[in-house]
């Protein structure tokens, strides 16, 4: 006996949780969430949740359009020209950075290593 092929999407009735969150490009607690408030038809076989094809396209459809723009190739060489951000303004004199606190710690703590402990 053949193992059984799998249906492709337009043949199936219904989804599981997991196959409509991969179906849809959503995690599984989405599509739970989405079936709590009514937007996808869950219906029940035993413990099994099932997902109705039917309501992942209405709900797919719902959607609204998505307003993507990309950068033109014009517009990202202008980006290359345009002037460079001013530098960082220097420290204030006798203020140290965390880069030399840091050092400063670190040799602290190695001299209190060194130290002979007192009896």
């Not at 969150?21 to 029940?44: E, H, P, T, Y």
């Not at 060489?77 to 400063?104: C, H, T, V």
Request: glycine share 6%; with cysteine.
């Amino acid at each position: 006996m053949s193992k059984p092929s799998k249906l492709e999407l337009a043949e199936r009735f219904g989804l599981s949780i997991p196959d409509t969150a991969l179906a849809m490009g959503i995690s599984g607690q989405r599509v739970l969430a989405l079936a709590a408030d009514g937007i996808l038809d869950a219906r029940k076989l035993g413990h099994k949740t099932i997902i109705t094809v039917e309501s992942i396209r209405r709900c797919v459809d719902a959607l609204p359009k998505a307003n993507i723009r990309v950068p033109s190739i014009v517009a990202r060489f202008a980006a290359l020209d345009a002037p460079q951000p001013a530098p960082p303004k220097p420290r204030r004199p006798g203020r140290p950075s965390n880069a030399e606190l840091g050092a400063r710690r670190a040799a602290n703590a190695n001299e209190a290593d060194d130290a002979p402990e007192a009896a």
